[in-house]
């Protein structure tokens, strides 16, 4: 059966990997700012999940939009 391109794998262009790693870099900043400033808590625990899955949906943006992304159906 095949794979729908939602659930495939996506190898990013060079292009996108570097939009990949600077992503990751600022999302990471926001990581550290958020545990250097609040305080250990739920709502911290909260705030790093949501920015863990911010980042997660971002870079899947630049992948799954990227025309020269290869995909493996």
């Known amino acids: 059966m095949p794979i729908d391109k939602p659930y495939a794998y996506h190898k990013p262009s060079s ?12 999302f990471s900043q926001v990581d550290q700012i958020i545990k250097g400033v609040c305080p250990n808590s ?5 705030a790093i999940t ?15 939009n990227d025309p020269d992304s290869e995909v493996d159906l």
């Open 15 to 26: 292009r996108g990997l570097e939009a990949i790693t600077r992503l990751r870099e600022l």
């Open 42 to 46: 739920r709502e911290r625990a909260i």
């Open 50 to 64: 949501n920015n863990e899955q911010t980042a997660m949906w971002a870079i899947k943006s630049v992948v799954f």
